[in-house]
């Protein structure tokens, strides 16, 4: 087998993988008992899409795509820690 065909076969099977992984997120999003909970949750989905586009970027070999991921990464690494100050300056004020 050669490696290139190996490779996209090998991203087809982590895209569904990651694709039946994504329920439990979202049954934490939905259920979960508290906000940052629910915070945790889309933050796990988020690094779940990206790794899909990851593996599709891979699969169809397509390297345009790395810059939308590249910009994607960053947001979502800023992101929790806006969502988590904003919770901690909310429980501040109830105080």
């Known amino acids: 087998m050669e490696p290139a065909i190996f490779l996209e076969n090998a991203a087809v099977g982590a ?3 990651m694709t ?3 329920v439990f ?3 934490r ?4 008992p508290s906000l940052p ?4 949750a889309l933050d796990q989905i ?3 899409i990206v790794s899909i586009i990851i593996c599709d ?3 169809s070999r ?3 795509e790395l810059d939308v991921v590249l910009i994607i990464s960053f947001l979502l690494a800023i992101s929790p820690m806006i969502i988590a100050r904003f919770l901690y300056k909310q429980k501040s004020d109830n105080d």
Not at 29 to 32: A, E, M, Q, T, Y
Not at 37 to 40: A, F, H, T
Request: aromatic letters at 12%; zero cysteines.
């Open 20 to 22: 039946i992984s994504l």
């Open 15 to 17: 895209i569904w993988i």
């Open 37 to 40: 909970d629910r915070v945790v």
């Open 46 to 48: 988020s690094v779940i």
């Open 29 to 32: 999003l939905f259920k979960g």
């Open 57 to 59: 970027i891979i699969y």
């Open 62 to 64: 397509n390297e345009i």
């Open 25 to 27: 997120p979202l049954l």
